[in-house]
């Protein structure tokens, strides 16, 4: 992550900087890529066939991603996962996020610490509340595990990133528990339908505006499937 693109703007509660592989696009956003689909089924790999493969090439990319942004790399103590809610875990037998963390520590000799955020609350549907109510539909459904973390720099990941509720409060449980640095990388971000980007979003307020350190990436790289709807679009936070 090259910091000095982005840090001077306001970004997620109790985050300092994010940034992301590339731009999301739900099913029902009208808009397709390669990544999206390739995302979709690498968050329930035994779901479908190449399921596994497609996990493996996620977070394949997702570390290369990573090991461009040196800056990043050279300021982290330790990785940490967001969650999976145990109902979903206990199903898929796996997490994006934390399979993420995995290859992070095995390619680039990061430390991971598996299971220092748990999910403290196991009935958040969260793609299922609205935009604006989903940073205090989170608040407490967290929380730290361990107290390796006191006084490091964690690099917090995830897989979707939308309204960036889920990693404000898991920043926020970061940061009551001592860490005095927390960065973010997500491997998808929900593109931002009413700017043309995949920058931030028009829930921005509901959380603090993001400051991401990519440049957006316009809409046009990719394919149009139908008319955009006008209901909010679905996400993982």
Same mark, same amino acid.
């Given at each position: 992550?090259?910091?000095?693109?982005?840090?001077?703007?306001?970004?997620?509660?109790?985050?300092?900087?994010?940034?992301?592989?590339?731009?999301? %696009?739900?099913? $029902?956003?009208?808009?397709?890529?390669?990544?999206?689909?390739?995302?979709?089924?690498?968050?329930?790999?035994?779901?479908?066939?190449?399921?596994? $493969?497609?996990?493996?090439?996620?977070?394949?990319?997702?570390?290369?991603?990573?090991?461009?942004?040196?800056?990043?790399?050279?300021?982290?103590?330790?990785?940490?996962?967001?969650?999976?809610?145990?109902?979903?875990?206990?199903?898929?037998?796996?997490?994006?996020?934390?399979? %993420?963390?995995?290859?992070?520590?095995?390619?680039?000799?990061?430390?991971?610490?598996?299971?220092?955020?748990?999910?403290?609350?196991?009935?958040?549907?969260?793609?299922?509340?609205?935009?604006?109510?989903?940073?205090?539909?989170?608040?407490?459904?967290?929380?730290?595990?361990?107290?390796?973390?006191?006084?490091?720099?964690?690099?917090?990941?995830?897989?979707?990133?939308?309204?960036?509720?889920?990693?404000?409060?898991?920043?926020?449980?970061?940061?009551?528990?001592?860490?005095?640095?927390?960065?973010?990388?997500?491997?998808?971000?929900?593109? $931002? %339908?009413?700017?043309?980007?995949?920058?931030?979003?028009?829930?921005?307020?509901?959380?603090?505006?993001?400051?991401?350190?990519?440049?957006?990436?316009?809409?046009?790289?990719?394919?149009?499937?139908?008319?955009?709807?006008?209901?909010?679009?679905?996400?993982?936070?």
């Amino acid at each position: 992550m090259n910091t000095s693109r982005g840090t001077a703007a306001p970004s997620i509660e109790g985050i300092d900087a994010i940034a992301y592989t590339e731009a999301y %696009f739900p099913t $029902d956003s009208g808009w397709a890529s390669s990544w999206s689909a390739l995302l979709r089924t690498a968050k329930d790999p035994s779901a479908s066939e190449g399921g596994w $493969d497609a996990l493996r090439s996620v977070c394949s990319r997702g570390v290369t991603d990573v090991r461009r942004r040196a800056n990043l790399i050279s300021r982290i103590d330790v990785v940490v996962a967001v969650p999976s809610r145990m109902c979903r875990w206990r199903r898929r037998g796996m997490s994006l996020p934390d399979a %993420f963390g995995r290859s992070l520590h095995d390619a680039l000799r990061l430390r991971y610490e598996p299971d220092a955020v748990i999910a403290a609350v196991d009935n958040v549907e969260i793609k299922r509340i609205a935009v604006e109510h989903r940073r205090q539909a989170v608040m407490g459904t967290f929380a730290v595990a361990t107290r390796k973390l006191a006084g490091k720099s964690v690099l917090l990941v995830d897989d979707i990133s939308t309204s960036g509720a889920t990693l404000a409060e898991c920043a926020q449980q970061l940061r009551s528990a001592g860490v005095s640095v927390v960065f973010a990388y997500t491997l998808g971000r929900t593109a $931002d %339908f009413a700017r043309g980007s995949a920058g931030g979003r028009r829930d921005e307020p509901q959380v603090h505006k993001v400051a991401f350190v990519d440049p957006p990436r316009e809409l046009g790289r990719w394919t149009r499937k139908v008319e955009l709807p006008t209901r909010n679009v679905e996400g993982s936070d």
